[in-house]
């Protein structure tokens, strides 16, 4: 497509439930990234992916966290057990060599 | 690791003037900043970058200056206009690519008309 894609644009989840998040990339785009941005705050990096390497999880703030990406496609971040302090906007971000981020437009979670 | 100050938090101008964004890092070996706009409810994009061969980059009413010695970094939006209005964030990085990149927590920038 012609941006990054984010899905579902907005989730409300009660606290304790699961959450998968959807991003789909620029195509041909190698690297891609998740970030959480809470309320008046800048972005929090959370994980990187390059390719077929390993991805770069040191961002993720506890295992309750995780992130999947297929090649060089889609990825998927999950949440288990959500906490009122998950609430974010959490946005997606792909890039190719030499070329800054392109953002998609996030996925606004609220936990109740 | 790096750690970016960004100031003020809100700004609000007159259409037509000035607005003046200031960041500070602390990492020596950042090397890459660049500058995105975020409107409501869109993700944050990139209106200008700097690297750190340079001290000053212009794109028509905004400009980018760098200070290395001092680890200071400013954006500068002139002639502003309300559709300037948005949250700016600077960040800083010792690549372009990767995890390195450190954003600051923003600016609200309000331009009345």
């Known amino acids: 497509g012609a941006g990054v894609s984010q899905s579902p644009s907005n989730k409300v989840t009660e606290k304790g439930k699961d959450v998968e998040l959807r991003c789909d990339p620029i195509s041909g785009h190698t690297a891609l990234y998740w970030y959480r941005q809470r309320l008046g705050q800048g972005l929090e990096f959370l994980i990187y992916f390059q390719g077929n390497s390993a991805p770069d999880k040191s961002g993720l703030p506890s295992d309750r966290f995780s992130a999947e990406r297929t090649g060089e496609s889609v990825s998927t971040l999950t949440i288990q057990r959500t906490q009122q302090e998950d609430s974010a906007v959490y946005l997606c971000?792909?890039?190719?060599?030499?070329?800054?981020?392109?953002f998609g437009e996030g996925s606004r979670l609220t936990v109740l | 690791g790096e750690n970016v100050e960004q100031h003020p938090s809100t700004l609000s101008v007159q259409e037509g003037d000035s607005a003046v964004i200031k960041c500070t890092y602390s990492d020596s070996a950042s090397n890459y900043f660049p500058w995105y706009k975020q409107e409501l409810g869109k993700g944050p994009q990139l209106i200008i970058d700097?690297?750190?061969?340079?001290g000053e980059k212009k794109d028509q009413r905004i400009a980018v200056t760098l200070n290395k010695t001092a680890k200071h970094f400013s954006l500068h939006i002139t002639e502003t206009q309300p559709e300037d209005s948005a949250v700016y964030f600077c960040?800083?990085?010792?690549?372009?690519?990767?995890?390195?990149?450190?954003f600051g927590k923003g600016t609200t920038l309000s331009v009345s008309s």
């Open positions: 971000a792909s890039a190719t060599n030499g070329a800054d981020r392109v």
């Open positions: 700097i690297r750190s061969n340079v």
């Open positions: 960040a800083a990085s010792s690549r372009q690519a990767g995890t390195a990149l450190i």
